[in-house]
């Protein structure tokens, strides 16, 4: 359905506008001497793109299953373009009984809130028959993703590879393009969603992992990805995991990485062998063909069970990296590394992932604390995060009621908060519970200043409400992994030692050797987790999203910059459709009366009004 990773996938070229990195359009520009966050060229170039989406029966492991499709290819058509260039991008709703919308997963969307393609919020769904046309210019260069944003149709298939050709502050010689890394179910996802919700917490197991969309199901002999190296040429591969809920492990049989980017931020280069990517994570790396002309070897994407939850035989995907000269009738024969099939759920550490251009973080005009609770609500439960959960209403977005009437106050759960004028944020996001939160921000890449680890006893000095304490079977330390006392393995690195060269913190960061744990901070109606301590603190990592761990906390900044209304929200499917969300009301003074919120808004709002007066639409989720 996709020639991505096929033997016919094209190499991408450094850039589209010219034939080598010196007549690209940046010119000068570079990772190291230029703030991308501030400064852009401006190429006058517009890319087109038409995006037609159906609902269709298909079988990309050999078993078929319905999917939703863009332009029918599973993964969806790569976006490409320059930094620089303006995207149009047309997208067609041809399915017939539900609404959607296409987010540009790590797009800043600057001067362009209204496409960021989350319905209820920046626009109203596209009614089924109509079509909705996105123009936007991108703000960041590197790998990226987009995927629908209404309820969890992503989880059916519905997402796609992006990159943004940039300046390259490492060289090689092949860039072989997206790999995209998935979990699989073989279930439409409103069912999956509805069970999810019914069950209380209990997580819908994966049926399968795919690259690009491909892999065998328990040995059916369905093709498997396949990719092209060149002796004695550096690649560069672009991992994008898509998953709904799967932490992904992605390594190469004997060879080694390095890692260039992370999400839309090119950093410092470091080696690994094993590159961890929570759902809605990107990492560039690059790799040397130090095999021989006639050589093969695996690239492999591991979910570790205690961190993705899924049905036997469903951990593993395989791809073959074949030389020029190799026999492609034959399977590679190696056998994987050491640390290939490590259980620790967790993103590298912090100290390793220095960003290329250096920004500090300065101190912030608001701190809050925001504990991740999951709360009984009748039937079934929900996410809150402190005290709060949301819906969205895709008949009234919130960013069409801030423009035109001016609102600052919304419906209770929307769960959209008025930040004003200030000039940055400050979040310390504390999970003490059982499940993993890859935390995600619209509009923003957020500094991660720490990570840690976080238990009740800290987050909620004076007791946590009966109500609060919902344990199932399925939440269990043992199936998620990473829990407030994680096993001792040796490749289980605990995201609680100091990152730094300091001393192993608890908590909030007193050890017995300073005299046993200490009295919290309390920031709000919480007690902080977080010390205080900042990793890197001139330049601490940057990115949009970050693996949260049981039992553990983190605390991102980022500069109040971009007017809008911006989600922070989990990037697991379930999480999200179950509540899990903030919404950031961002200068709301600088949006209001802006006309091109209001004319883009009745775009999509005339015909899903027009569609919902004669159909009722079914949101048993948060809408997102």
Not at 258 to 272: F, G, L, S
Not at 433 to 454: D, I, K
């Amino acid at each position: 359905m996709s020639r991505l990773g096929t033997p016919h996938a094209p190499f991408l070229n450094k850039c589209l506008t010219g034939d080598t990195s010196l007549h690209c359009p940046w010119g000068n520009m570079n990772a190291t001497n230029t703030n991308a966050y501030t400064t852009r060229p401006d190429t006058g170039i517009t890319r087109t793109y038409d995006f037609v989406i159906t609902k269709e029966t298909v079988a990309p492991d050999g078993i078929e299953n319905k999917l939703l499709l863009v332009n029918s290819q599973f993964p969806g058509p790569l976006i490409e373009c320059d930094w620089g260039d303006l995207l149009e991008i047309t997208v067609r709703n041809n399915i017939s009984d539900e609404g959607t919308s296409i987010h540009w997963h790590g797009m800043l969307q600057q001067d362009t809130p209204w496409m960021d393609g989350v319905p209820g919020i920046a626009q109203c769904p596209i009614a089924p028959g109509s079509s909705y046309t996105y123009l936007f210019k991108p703000d960041l260069y590197g790998t990226g993703w987009y995927h629908s944003h209404f309820a969890a149709q992503a989880v059916s298939g519905f997402s796609g590879p992006m990159v943004v050709h940039g300046p390259n502050h490492v060289d090689y010689d092949i860039d072989l393009g997206p790999i995209a890394i998935s979990d699989y179910f073989h279930t439409y996802y409103d069912v999956i969603t509805e069970g999810f919700l019914e069950n209380k917490v209990e997580v819908t197991l994966s049926d399968n992992n795919l690259i690009n969309g491909k892999n065998s199901y328990l040995d059916n002999d369905a093709p498997l990805a396949s990719f092209n190296f060149t002796s004695g040429k550096t690649h560069r591969l672009r991992l994008i995991n898509t998953s709904a809920f799967a932490v992904q492990k992605v390594s190469i049989d004997g060879y080694s990485m390095r890692v260039i980017a992370n999400d839309y931020v090119p950093i410092v280069p470091y080696e690994t062998t094993v590159v961890t990517l929570a759902p809605g994570q990107r990492s560039d790396v690059l790799v040397d063909g130090t095999g021989g002309p006639s050589d093969s070897t695996w690239l492999r994407a591991y979910k570790p069970p205690n961190c993705s939850p899924g049905k036997q035989g469903s951990y593993l995907a395989t791809a073959a990296i074949f030389y020029e000269h190799a026999d492609r009738t034959r399977a590679p024969s190696t056998q994987p590394g050491g640390d290939a099939y490590n259980d620790y759920c967790g993103n590298d550490p912090l100290s390793q992932t220095v960003p290329a251009y250096p920004l500090a973080p300065g101190e912030p005009g608001v701190t809050e604390v925001l504990p991740v609770e999951l709360r009984p609500n009748g039937s079934s439960n929900l996410w809150f995060l402190a005290n709060r959960t949301f819906r969205v209403d895709y008949n009234a977005p919130q960013l069409l009621l801030g423009a035109r009437d001016g609102a600052v106050a919304f419906p209770r759960i929307q769960n959209v908060h008025d930040y004003g004028r200030n000039a940055s944020l400050r979040f310390v996001v504390q999970n003490p519970g059982f499940q993993p939160h890859p935390v995600h921000l619209h509009g923003h890449n957020f500094m991660v200043l720490r990570e840690g680890a976080c238990d009740n006893e800290t987050v909620f000095p004076h007791g946590q409400p009966e109500f609060s304490h919902v344990f199932s079977p399925g939440e269990a330390s043992a199936r998620f992994g990473g829990g407030p006392n994680p096993p001792d393995h040796p490749n289980h690195r605990r995201a609680d030692a100091s990152q730094d060269g300091g001393h192993q913190g608890q908590g909030n960061g007193k050890g017995p050797e300073h005299g046993g744990k200490q009295k919290p901070t309390i920031i709000g109606d919480y007690g902080s987790c977080w010390d205080g301590s900042i990793v890197n603190p001139q330049n601490p990592q940057r990115r949009d999203t970050q693996m949260l761990l049981p039992g553990h906390y983190i605390v991102i900044q980022f500069e109040l910059d971009n007017p809008g209304i911006w989600p922070l929200h989990c990037h697991i499917a379930w999480h999200l459709s179950g509540g899990m969300g903030w919404m950031i009301l961002e200068r709301p003074d600088d949006i209001l009366n802006n006309n091109k919120i209001t004319d883009a808004m009745s775009q999509t709002c005339d015909g899903w009004l027009a569609w919902t007066n004669d159909h009722v639409v079914d949101q048993i989720d948060g809408g997102l």
